[in-house]
């Protein structure tokens, strides 16, 4: 493992939102679904109230990012954290920081008693599939994360 010295974790200013965004086109890449990539750095801006967001800092350059936001389970009977995205330059990675991030993550998320932390990995991520497992997540064979977006979200609103 190659540490990576010198990084400063701390909450994300509005101007770092032109750099935590290019953290997200990065992990669109990496994950092959840029296409779906309709965010931007204003969007980001307009809806911080929503989630907060950590960045790694080196040498003034945001290296690594983690955007998360309240979440509870009824059945848990508990609140937790759910981590929207988790990123980490090439440069950066190898060296503890993505575990830095999201222990930082539930640090903050301590803040609203935060018991677990949940998230979604994409299928063909298995690097992150393995860097979660190893940190001991594991998945709920019994669930299944669904969406309700555009034409079938405007049709349920529209429902009598």
């Known amino acids: 493992m190659t540490v990576v010295a010198d990084i400063t974790i701390r909450a994300a200013a509005d101007a770092d939102f032109d750099a935590v965004h290019a953290c997200i086109v990065g992990l669109a890449n990496h994950v ?11 969007t980001l801006r307009r809806h911080s109230g929503f ?6 800092e080196q040498s003034g350059a ?10 509870y389970s009824s059945f848990r009977g508990e609140s937790g954290a759910f981590i929207l995205d988790l990123y980490v330059s090439g ?11 999201l222990r930082a993550a539930l640090v903050e998320a301590g803040a609203w008693g935060a018991a677990y932390l949940l998230l ?4 063909n ?30 049709a349920l609103e529209e429902a009598p």
């Not at 979604?120 to 299928?123: F, L, Y």
């Open 62 to 71: 945001v290296v690594g990012a983690v955007m998360f936001c309240p979440v």
């Open 120 to 123: 979604n990995v994409h299928a």
């Open 51 to 56: 989630f907060r967001t950590l960045v790694a």
């Open 125 to 154: 991520n298995t690097v992150a599939q393995g860097f979660y497992r190893k940190l001991g997540f594991t998945s709920d064979p019994g669930e299944e994360q669904l969406c309700l977006s555009g034409a079938a979200l405007a």
């Open 32 to 42: 092959g679904e840029i296409e779906k990539m309709r965010g931007t750095p204003e």
């Open 91 to 101: 440069a950066a990675r190898q060296g503890g920081l993505g575990r830095r991030l």
